[in-house]
């Protein structure tokens, strides 16, 4: 059994941001922080106040997470960066929104003293008989405390107040985990009613001291229990007096966030259900009865529509009955009544399950084709524009010395552009028949057959059929955003924006098979015909190869085809410490390629070249981030492995971005994380001299001083399958839906079965079998829940008061 924290986190705009610029506008971007840890950075949208990011992230969090902070920042190429405002939502208040909150929430302003982070070690006891009893708190150490000085650490003592008296700790300097080991002692009120406060600052020689957070703790309930230990969160300081006159004067944020805690059982729990599942799949449609899938796609609201359909797509993957289970959907969807222009075009679970189906098992190919294309697209910055009430002359320049384009010109110079494009596209596209992965292929060879055999008369329909998928849903949505789809690390300035909308609209118009595309609403289209109408025949001789036979595939030779997938690869920067390990002798203080496959971390001097050596998966025993002041950059990584003698290694590997820096570490996290030795504890610095730079200890192979975080990861379409997790999710939106299943089914019966086959006492009689033990293995689910509950831990002794 495991017990998992997954946050989803959707940033979708802003608006009314306050201008930062002398141009009276702003850059802004986000970044997301999880208990006060970096892990997303969000692409700059420039020189706006309403900013569209459309961004969607899924975090494993560790057990104990507490909140996440969503800062709006400025950009500044010449400066720091400049912080707009900030939105902070608490595990508690994400517990009142079991579905997830989604709206807009006003940006606050950022006060120092409520940027505190990290946890403070306390032991406190009650000495003494009755009538000299004595308060004594032992300061231990404290760990990940804010960095408060320019050299990227704090200078922290601490300060103990005890009705009305006060004692204070030495200051430990440059360390942000630092170790007190000092005992401080009070005379115990009676009764004792006062409150302990244990608060730590940042010592500073000129100016007043920074707040770095604290613990008040209530000791009446200690009376009973005597002592008291173990690790604090530090809590801002909530007393001040809040100001609320600039709340929303920042603007706002348009959130969706949900957060996700699951108890996983062992996978045979899930076996009956997975079972159940396949057997229905494997029994498909029968006429005059009521599909399980039928009754899910009916009762699941659009809301929930598509991550049920990811579930089942990643379950129906492990069970190898992918093609089978869109089969079903493609052949229930085709039994009710459509039109053959219209079809898939609505958001059903087929449509739905098709589309996260393309997505999982498809990205590789999708860059592979479309890659290079928008490449170009990013690096030319070509105005392009065929809409006469949108031409812009300033835009384009002079075309000679002294003369401006005119209007016609500029659009027959933007049809050149996105003709050129398009037919880079299109050939990319008629060549990668062969490089489409063979289940996709299978998946619309099916779907090809049976819209040809449901509308007979209409052959025109199955070609639709496969590109309202490969094109609408698929090649068109990554060019129009191609941030989205992980095809660019930033989006994309207003002309390329506008140079990526036209040519995704072309590639919509072919994939709509018209044969005369300049039907379309925009009829300033119209220049683009040709070119259209000669892709739509390029389309269609593409499909017939796409979906040919299985022996076709195999001909097919000569063609290129994506080069093999890998976990992740880049280059980074090896900086020079001390140690003896292969990578550290070969690469110390160089940029090698890096590339992490299911096996190894492998390096070499360029991609290409011959790798200089690898590190087994097996030998990493931790993968986490480094303090900024050990190189003077936030981006820099470490990886603790075993070196072939056997010794302890570690290398420092410097990133470009955070973005980049949080990939590889969830990375290696993932390819990791049943690794038996992996460690528990680290140190966030560096071991110089005779010490390490983060908590000062001199014994170099000593235990950490910060937490490993082996469950902090980013999901990603290409993460492992993990059958067990997608049937337990599926568990809990089957329960949800108990009862709307067994009325959903009623309701879709014949009105003569409804007659014949009454519900019965409470409606429970004449059920289907299918229906029936779906209910049983469920409710024998619920009980394996119950039982692996774990029992609710003693109230502590010692009442933390959050105040």
Not at 503 to 524: C, F, H, S, Y
Request: hydrophobic share 35%; with cysteine.
């Amino acid at each position: 059994m495991a017990r998992r924290s997954a946050l989803s986190i959707r940033i979708v705009e802003g608006r009314n941001l306050p201008a930062k610029d002398i141009t009276g506008s702003s850059d802004p971007y986000c970044i997301v922080k999880i208990d006060d840890e970096a892990i997303i950075r969000t692409a700059t949208v420039w020189k706006t106040l309403s900013p569209f990011w459309g961004e969607e992230y899924e975090v494993q969090l560790q057990p104990g997470f507490h909140s996440i902070s969503i800062y709006v920042m400025d950009e500044d190429a010449l400066s720091r960066d400049d912080i707009i405002g900030k939105v902070c939502i608490t595990r508690d208040m994400l517990a009142e929104h079991p579905k997830g909150y989604s709206g807009w929430m006003s940006l606050s302003e950022v006060d120092p003293d409520e940027e505190v982070q990290g946890e403070i070690h306390l032991r406190v006891e009650v000495l003494g008989s009755q009538g000299s009893r004595r308060l004594r708190c032992s300061v231990l150490e404290a760990r990940d405390l804010a960095r408060k000085d320019r050299n990227g650490a704090s200078d922290p003592f601490v300060r103990l107040r005890y009705n009305g008296k006060t004692q204070e700790s030495t200051v430990v300097k440059k360390s942000c985990y630092p170790r007190w080991n000092e005992t401080f002692e009070f005379e115990l009120a009676e009764p004792a009613r006062e409150k302990l406060c244990v608060e730590v600052w940042d010592w500073d020689l000129v100016g007043r001291n920074d707040f770095l957070g604290k613990v008040v703790f209530s000791v009446q309930g200690l009376e009973a229990a005597g002592q008291e230990e173990g690790w604090f969160r530090l809590w801002p300081d909530k007393s001040k007096p809040t100001e609320d006159e600039r709340r929303g004067s920042l603007g706002s944020l348009q959130l969706q966030v949900k957060l996700r805690d699951e108890t996983v059982l062992p996978s045979h729990c899930y076996q009956p259900l997975v079972q159940l599942l396949c057997q229905e799949v494997k029994s498909g449609r029968q006429d005059g009865q009521v599909h399980l899938v039928t009754l899910l796609d009916e009762t699941t609201t659009a809301e929930c529509r598509q991550e049920v359909a990811i579930n089942l797509v990643k379950l129906f993957l492990g069970q190898g009955l992918v093609k089978e289970f869109l089969d079903l959907l493609f052949e229930l969807e085709l039994a009710k009544p459509c039109e053959p222009n219209t079809l898939f075009r609505s958001n059903s679970l087929a449509s739905k399950s098709m589309e996260s189906f393309l997505k999982v098992t498809g990205m590789p190919y999708l860059h592979f084709v479309l890659g290079p294309t928008i490449a170009r697209v990013f690096e030319e910055k070509k105005y392009v524009e065929l809409d006469p009430g949108k031409v812009e002359i300033k835009d384009v320049g002079c075309s000679g010395l002294h003369r401006v384009q005119t209007e016609s010109e500029v659009i027959e110079q933007g049809r050149q552009h996105l003709q050129s494009y398009l037919g880079e596209l299109l050939d990319a596209i008629v060549r990668s028949a062969p490089a489409c992965p063979p289940l996709i292929r299978a998946a619309f060879r099916q779907l090809f057959q049976r819209v040809g055999e449901r509308f007979p008369q209409h052959q025109h329909a199955k070609f639709v059929a496969v590109t309202s998928f490969l094109c609408l849903r698929f090649f068109s949505p990554a060019v129009m955003t191609p941030k989205l789809f992980q095809l660019r690390a930033t989006h994309a300035d207003a002309r390329t924006s506008r140079t990526l909308l036209l040519l995704a609209k072309a590639i919509q118009l072919v994939g709509n098979m018209e044969p005369a595309a300049g039907r379309a609403k925009e009829t300033w289209l119209s220049p683009l015909l040709p070119a259209l109408q000669q892709g739509t025949a390029r389309m269609r001789d593409f499909i017939t190869r796409l979906v040919g036979t299985e022996e076709d595939q195999g001909e097919e030779e000569g063609e290129a085809r994506p080069p093999p997938a890998v976990v992740k690869e880049g280059l980074l920067l090896v900086h020079k410490t001390r140690g003896n390990g292969p990578l550290l002798a070969a690469a110390a203080g160089k940029k090698l390629h890096f590339c992490l496959t299911g096996e190894s971390l492998s390096f070499g001097k360029s991609p290409g070249a011959e790798r200089i050596g690898a590190i087994a998966l097996g030998d990493i025993l931790a993968a986490e981030k480094v303090e900024e002041k050990s190189f003077g950059s936030s981006h820099v990584m470490q990886v603790v492995y075993l070196a072939t003698g056997g010794q302890q290694e570690t290398a420092y590997l410097q990133c470009k971005c955070v973005n980049e820096l949080n990939q590889w570490l969830s990375a290696l996290r993932k390819v990791c994380g049943n690794n038996p030795r992996v460690l528990r504890s680290y140190h966030p610095g560096v071991f110089r001299g005779d010490k390490w730079s983060c908590c000062h200890q001199r014994d170099r192979t000593g235990l950490g001083c910060d937490r490993t975080r082996h469950g902090v990861t980013l999901q990603d379409w290409s993460d492992p399958l993990d059958p067990t997790v997608e049937a337990q999710r599926l568990f809990q939106h089957l329960q949800a839906l108990r009862d709307t299943l067994r009325d959903k089914y009623w309701e879709l019966l014949e009105p003569e079965h409804a007659q014949n086959g009454p519900r019965g006492e409470g409606g429970y009689a004449a059920l289907p079998e299918g229906l029936s033990r779906l209910f049983a293995v469920l409710a024998e689910l619920e009980r394996c829940h119950r039982r692996a509950q774990p029992p609710r831990p003693p109230a502590p002794a010692l009442l933390l008061l959050q105040t």
